[in-house]
C-alpha cells in the first residue's frame, strides 16, 4: 500500500494563503473503492469516547481516532494497514521532506525546540507518549451526518489548535452524493496580520477568502499548521448522505505559536481603555 502522499513532490506545494497541498486521485482506484465499500457506519463511529455530545445528530461530526480501529475487529483488515501506514515514520518523513522548507519559514527554531528533522521518531495518539516520540500522529475516520434540519456549516473559518503540526483531510465522497457544500475554504487576514480571534474562530470581517477546494472523492488537503492557516467548511445542502473524510493528525509536544494577543476581546478591551483615557481628557 502507497500512502497518500506517494504522488506528491515538494514543487506541488502551495504557498497561497499558507503552505498546502491539493492531491487529486490521491489512492490508487481501486484501494479507494474498497476503503469505501468497508467504509465503518455512523453507529460505529458514535462510539469513540473521544465524540463529542450533541442535542442533534443533523451535520454533526463522529470519528474514530486510530486506537479506536486498532481495537475493532468491526474495522477492515484494509483501512488498519491504511490508518497504520498514516500514523508510520514512514508517513512522517514523508510530510517532512515535502515541507521542511515551509516548517523553517514558519519555525525558525523547530528543530531545537522539538527535534533534528533528521531524527524526529513518530508514535500513535492515545497509544504513545511524548515520552518516547517526538511527533503523535492520528488518522480518524469520520463522518459528518446527514443534513436533516436546514443547511449548515460543521464548522465555520478557524485555525486549529497550536500544537498541530499539519493536518489533512481525505475526502471519501459517495459517488451517489448529489448534494452541495462541504467544502473546504482557505482564508487570509483582510489586513495581512493576524486579528479577531474568537479563541480559535475568525469572524468575516478580519478574513477574506482565498480558495475553495471541492468536496470531492480520493481527494487529499494537507497543510501546515500555524496561525495564518485559517480554514472553515462550506455550508451543506439538506441531504440524506454523509460526508465521509479521514482527518491526518501530527502533534507536537508544546505549541507551535500564540494567538492569544490577537484575541477580539483583548482589542475591544483596549479600545475601551483609550476611548476612557480620551473622554478623561476632555
Known amino acids: 500500500m502507497r500512502s497518500l502522499l506517494s504522488k506528491v513532490q515538494a514543487s506541488g506545494i502551495i504557498t497561497e494563503p499558507f503552505p498546502h497541498i491539493v492531491v487529486k486521485d490521491a489512492l490508487d482506484e481501486d484501494l479507494c473503492a474498497k476503503l469505501m465499500a468497508e467504509y465503518p457506519s455512523i453507529d460505529t463511529l458514535k462510539q469513540s469516547r473521544d465524540n463529542l455530545l450533541s442535542t442533534t445528530y443533523s451535520n454533526v461530526r463522529f ?15 484494509t483501512w488498519k494497514e491504511f490508518i497504520r501506514l498514516h ?4 508517513f512522517l518523513q514523508q510530510f517532512i521532506a515535502l ?24 508514535g500513535v495518539r492515545k497509544i504513545d507518549t511524548f515520552e518516547t516520540s517526538d511527533v503523535l500522529l492520528d488518522a480518524l475516520i469520520c463522518v459528518n451526518t446527514p443534513v436533516t434540519n436546514s443547511p449548515t456549516s460543521v464548522r ?11 493536518a489533512g483531510l481525505f475526502y471519501l465522497r459517495d459517488t451517489k452524493d448529489d448534494s452541495t457544500g462541504g ?11 493576524p486579528q479577531g480571534f474568537r479563541s480559535n474562530a475568525l469572524p468575516d470581517y478580519a478574513i477574506e ?3 475553495t477546494i471541492k468536496y470531492e472523492r480520493n481527494v487529499l488537503v494537507l497543510f501546515l499548521n500555524s496561525i495564518n492557516a485559517v480554514h472553515g467548511v462550506t455550508v451543506r445542502s439538506i441531504t440524506d448522505y454523509p460526508r465521509y473524510f479521514v482527518n491526518l493528525v501530527g502533534e507536537v509536544n508544546k505549541p ?11 482589542h475591544i478591551k483596549y479600545w475601551r481603555k483609550i476611548k476612557s483615557f480620551i473622554s478623561t481628557a476632555r
Open 256 to 266: 507551535l505559536f500564540d494567538n492569544s494577543k490577537y484575541q477580539e476581546a483583548n
Open 183 to 193: 467544502d473546504l475554504e482557505l482564508y487570509k487576514f483582510k489586513n495581512g496580520k
Open 87 to 90: 500514523t508510520s515514520t514512514l
Open 99 to 122: 515541507f521542511k522548507e515551509h516548517i523553517f519559514q514558519f519555525y525558525p527554531n523547530f528543530e531545537q525546540d522539538y527535534g533534528s528533522f533528521d531524527s524526529l521518531t513518530s
Open 209 to 211: 477568502l482565498c480558495k
Open 156 to 166: 465555520a473559518a478557524h485555525i486549529d489548535f497550536a500544537d498541530k503540526l499539519f
Open 63 to 77: 470519528h474514530y481516532l486510530a486506537e479506536d480501529a486498532f481495537n475493532d475487529e468491526q474495522i477492515s483488515s
